[in-house]
């Protein structure tokens, strides 16, 4: 086998078995020279966690010569969105070879896919204005206010069109919610005409991680609307030439908000559809159905035998929709606690991951205000659904976690379990156990 396939094979298995939860790569099995790469926004900068996707095409000669990697996400060719990658696609890196460097930071093949997406991301900053060259010491009050208009405008355009757009495609919503038609051809079309269908490996993560950060996304909203008026047009950079590489435009967060919620409603409202879809697979003893069902009597036999009380069934008989009862551990903060949390399942499972919900209010840093439950199941037993509930559970009494702001779902909760004050955490503790306190209450007979 050509040696340059199982160097990009192997990293392409390295970068998708490992933890760093900020980028994610796919590519089609008969094409693994050609790569698409999601680059996720950092944590308290413009990017915040906006998905930004990356085109990457590897010749015969790696890893001697670097790949060519071209930005996707720049609304048609339209948008600059960082003083290092241009409308037109084109990635200003010196260990890419598509900008100049010191020695030392040209491409080597000890390099590879990792490192370049990690690069990219390193440019994903809080101040990117500085990035362009000649202005990385601009400290002039014109150029301090020119940061922060670069940083309001990326703020608005880096929702809109990263994530906004994203997912009205994914959810075939047109910019004033309506249905529209995303394909010409249906996802589910046959083997043969496989090539004709859009490849989207990364639909069911933005979708899954769009409800992690939609709290985010709001709160990013309301600091868009103290900052600036409706209509207010962008204001350009020194740096930016009129045309194609920059970014115009004006200010309506009032829309962004509007979009965002039909986005929210429209993935609230698909675990219902998985849900009809499961009984119709049901019906014809589809092999997921069969394979769900299995696995559902193997994590009920597991939970008789397991010390704490957990309980599982399904809803209605419906192998798609597991109901979890979970108990809280003993001699912790969720001890007494009682909760109900739902898990519905796709026809397309494992393509697409299971919806967690928790059905009963708990005030956790690992769940979301909606009750949307972050947690990672092991890359290498997506498949298995009891793997799925053990994460969640331990990602729920996880006695000293490490911060990863890549899992912030409860901006509120996060703050005060990793706040600065003597009393964030206490107060944290005390809102927790209210939460499990109230859950005893509002459990169903």
Not at 105 to 133: K, M, R, T
Not at 177 to 189: C, H, L, R, V
Request: aromatic share 10%; net charge negative.
């Amino acid at each position: 086998m050509d040696q340059s396939i199982i160097r990009i094979s192997k990293e392409l298995s390295d970068i998708q078995r490992g933890s760093d939860l900020a980028i994610a790569v796919a590519c089609r099995d008969i094409d693994v020279r050609n790569v698409k790469a999601l680059v996720m926004g950092p944590h308290e900068t413009p990017y915040e966690f906006g998905f930004f996707e990356f085109a990457i095409r590897f010749s015969r000669e790696y890893p001697s010569k670097s790949p060519n990697v071209q930005c996707v996400t720049t609304n048609g060719g339209r948008c600059r969105l960082n003083p290092n990658i241009y409308a037109n696609g084109k990635v200003c890196l010196s260990i890419l070879g598509t900008w100049r460097g010191e020695r030392g930071e040209e491409w080597s093949s000890a390099q590879g896919l990792e490192s370049i997406l990690l690069s990219i991301q390193s440019l994903l900053s809080s101040n990117p204005y500085e990035n362009e060259p000649g202005f990385e010491d601009a400290n002039e009050e014109s150029d301090k206010v020119y940061q922060k208009d670069y940083v309001q405008k990326i703020r608005h355009e880096s929702l809109r069109i990263s994530v906004i757009q994203r997912l009205e495609t994914y959810l075939g919503l047109s910019p004033t919610g309506a249905s529209a038609q995303m394909y010409a051809k249906d996802e589910d079309a046959d083997d043969e005409d496989e090539v004709n269908v859009p490849f989207e490996p990364f639909k069911d993560l933005c979708k899954r991680r769009f409800l992690w950060y939609h709290q985010s996304y709001l709160d990013a909203i309301t600091k868009g609307k103290s900052e600036v008026k409706l209509q207010d047009n962008f204001v350009r950079m020194p740096f930016e030439m009129p045309g194609n590489n920059c970014m115009e435009g004006k200010f309506n967060y009032p829309d962004l908000e509007r979009r965002l919620s039909n986005i929210k409603a429209k993935l609230d409202a698909e675990p219902d559809a998985w849900a009809e879809e499961g009984l119709a697979a049901v019906a014809k003893e589809s092999t997921v159905a069969v394979n769900l069902q299995h696995q559902y009597e193997q994590a009920t036999a597991y939970f008789k035998k397991s010390d704490m009380p957990h309980d599982v069934t399904l809803e209605d008989g419906n192998p798609f929709v597991w109901i979890i009862t979970y108990f809280g551990r003993p001699m912790t903060n969720l001890d007494g606690g009682l909760f109900r949390i739902r898990m519905n399942f796709s026809t397309r499972f494992p393509d697409e991951q299971p919806r967690v919900k928790f059905e009963t209010k708990i005030f956790h840093h690992h769940v979301a205000p909606d009750g949307t439950a972050c947690y990672i199941p092991n890359p290498l037993k997506r498949e298995d659904v009891k793997s799925h509930i053990e994460a969640i559970i331990a990602t729920l009494e996880e006695d000293e976690p490490a911060y990863d702001p890549r899992m912030i779902v409860n901006p509120e909760a996060t703050k005060l379990y990793w706040g600065s004050g003597k009393d964030d955490k206490k107060q944290y503790n005390r809102r927790l156990r209210r939460s499990v306190q109230q859950s005893m209450e509002d459990f169903p007979e």
